[in-house]
């Protein structure tokens, strides 16, 4: 039985209880926990226990900096979304081959800069590709940003991304083409009809939060118990942040 | 003379025929014969005649000659792509309307030359095109009335999953490399071959076009400037000849729309059918997601070959609309859906891009 202690806002730590809840051998807990979840760096920095730190992308790269040599795992919830996780599995196995095109269109209803939007999918490029870009070209106009990215060897990566739709929808599709063969993750393709008085509109599966968060919490606790490393570090988050560090203002 | 029946000649036939059969299924339109320069490879000469003999119409190996005494008005290109505007040239100088095969040209010179003989004499171009297709019509007519409000942004994901030969890494030590044209004739069977030609081309040259114009089409506004990749990513062909089968372009639009395209042979097993090809467009209204393939209808069953496209494409008559498009052309004088200055523009961004590609760095196009 692994104990975790939640230091974390309310919403999110709703979240997190109902991930643990998912889990066998897992159990939130206040006092003498053999795991941490926090949002807070500094109380990620003094722990003496693991830590899962939630909303890396939000903290300063030098606070990041400070962790350095601590037992951190950096949440890139992201990774491990329903739709992202079989894409990752394939590409992990060999099955794609070698990657060569990674295309993400993600827009968002939520009124956020477009650079902060796109640190997920900056993540997934450097992820999926093995390192960050070698080279990157970017084209910004107000609630919009698209990153070209190319990575060492041959691979490249295209996002477009726009923040503050018009309505209430987000809109994601990613296909990552290899040498051997793609993954395609779509919300075109897993869009739903509903067909009424007034015509007829896609209902799109919203993404499931919760069930990225238990994925993550399942990766966080088999580190910790099969005493291995995790499958993302900090590093990966600070790579992020130093590729969107180039992007200039709209 | 809406009931005039256009009498056309075919200038070379040696892709396979997808062009020509447009023009000879159109009921204002009939093929009187097919001429070729006669200094052609056998294996030009070989597919003339029986493209000819299949239509029961004569060949002839003299162009020249072909378009002083032969009675049309029209004259169908479908050569390989290099000697695309050469023929379209001679056509044009002959007083002839054209009808010329996808790419206009690698050579923006040659564009250049082609735009300035059609407006010199007087005729009328298109150029194979795909923007009648259902879901570009689709797409058009929900930008036109408005539904997304002005466009933003459009992105075209434009992927072919056929095999292009044997796989990039696959040519072992002493092996000499991939030949360009006998890798094209290979092609020829299942239809995939439009970069048939002495020059080898690239995924962006050979096809780029068909993307570019539905950009082109929905944007109405000229691109001026492109970021663009390059890679030989699936195909030893395009690795030994050093052409792309991968490239990915950023595009700025003059009207301050911005666009991209994602291009691609990315090989059979990618893709249950021909491909993933579709439209993401940004209004500031709202969003429109295009899939070029739709409608269609899904086909599974027992013993199905595993190359036999499962969902078969449904409703699409962008052949039929393109030539009535150039008939209205013909008739009263108004533009053809892709004219020969348009496709020249698409050269010109072609270009553009395979230069960003080399130099890594940023390209304004050549207006």
């Not at chain 1, 003496?48 to 909303?55: A, E, T």
């Not at chain 1, 993550?216 to 570090?233: H, L, Q, T, Y």
């Not at chain 2, 890494?169 to 030949?179: A, E, K, N, V």
Request: one cysteine or more; aromatic letters at 6%.
């Amino acid at each position: 039985m692994i104990r975790i202690k939640l230091d974390l806002a309310p919403g999110r730590k709703e979240l997190y209880t109902a991930a643990l809840a998912r889990l066998r051998a897992v159990r939130p807990a206040e006092d003498g926990a053999d795991a941490l979840v926090t949002g807070d760096v500094s109380a990620a920095k003094d722990s003496p226990v693991p830590c899962l730190l939630d909303g890396p992308e939000e903290c300063d790269p030098g606070q990041l900096e400070r962790l350095s040599g601590v037992s951190v795992m950096p949440g890139h919830e992201w990774r491990f979304l329903p739709e992202i996780l079989p894409v990752a599995e394939c590409h992990a196995a060999g099955q794609l081959g070698a990657p060569g095109l990674l295309r993400i269109h993600h827009w968002l209803a939520a009124d956020l800069p477009p650079r902060r939007a796109a640190f997920a999918q900056v993540d997934l490029a450097h992820w999926f590709f093995g390192s960050p870009p070698a080279r990157a070209h970017f084209l910004t106009r107000p609630h919009y940003l698209q990153l070209h990215l190319g990575f060492p060897g041959d691979g490249m990566a295209l996002i477009d991304l726009a923040t503050n739709r018009p309505g209430t929808a987000s809109y994601y599709s990613m296909h990552l083409i290899g040498s051997e063969g793609a993954a395609y993750a779509d919300d075109h393709r897993n869009a739903h009809l509903l067909i009424g008085g007034e015509g007829s509109r896609a209902i799109v599966h919203e993404q499931n939060l919760l069930l990225a968060i238990q994925a993550m919490v399942k990766e966080f606790v088999a580190g910790i118990s099969g005493k291995r490393a995790w499958n993302v570090a900090l590093q990966d988050t600070v790579h992020a942040q130093q590729t969107l560090k180039e992007v200039p203002d709209a | 003379m809406p009931d005039k029946i256009y009498r056309a000649l075919v200038l070379s036939v040696v892709k396979h025929g997808y062009l020509p059969n447009a023009v000879a299924a159109h009921p204002r339109f009939e093929l009187v014969a097919v001429a070729d320069d006669a200094d052609r490879p056998d294996w030009t000469h070989e597919r003339n005649q029986l493209y000819a003999d299949q239509h029961g119409i004569s060949y002839l190996r003299d162009v020249e000659s072909s378009l002083k005494d032969i009675d049309c008005e029209v004259v169908v290109v479908s050569s390989e792509a290099e000697r695309h505007c050469d023929l379209a040239m001679r056509a044009a100088l002959a007083g002839k309307h054209i009808v010329v095969d996808k790419p206009l040209s690698p050579k923006l010179a040659e564009c250049d030359a082609l735009v300035a003989a059609v407006k010199e004499n007087g005729v009328t171009c298109l150029v194979w095109n795909r923007n009648f297709l259902p879901a570009l019509v689709e797409a058009r007519r929900a930008l036109e009335s408005g539904a997304i409000g002005d466009l933003q942004a459009i992105h075209c994901d434009f992927y072919f999953s056929k095999d292009a030969g044997p796989r990039k890494g696959s040519r072992g030590p002493g092996d000499p490399p991939l030949d360009w044209v006998e890798r094209q004739m290979d092609a020829h069977a299942d239809g995939s071959d439009g970069g048939v030609g002495v020059q080898p081309l690239g995924e962006l040259q050979i096809e780029g076009i068909y993307p570019l114009a539905y950009i082109r089409m929905l944007v109405n506004s000229r691109v001026q400037r492109v970021f663009a990749a390059t890679a030989t990513h699936f195909h030893q062909a395009n690795v030994d000849n050093e052409v792309d089968d991968l490239a990915t372009v950023s595009l700025e639009m003059e009207s301050g729309c911005v666009g991209s395209l994602c291009i691609g042979r990315i090989g059979a097993a990618s893709h249950p059918d021909i491909g993933e090809i579709k439209l993401h467009l940004l209004g500031s209204e709202g969003s429109l997601v295009i899939s070029e393939a739709r409608p269609e209808v899904a086909v599974y069953r027992r013993n199905q070959p595993p190359a036999e496209f499962k969902h078969r494409r449904v409703a699409d008559e962008n052949n039929f609309l393109l030539m009535e498009n150039f008939a209205a052309a013909l008739d009263h004088g108004s533009e053809t859906m892709l004219d020969a200055n348009g496709a020249r523009d698409i050269a010109a961004v072609v270009q553009a891009s395979l230069q960003s590609a080399r130099s890594g760095t940023p390209i304004n196009v050549t207006p």
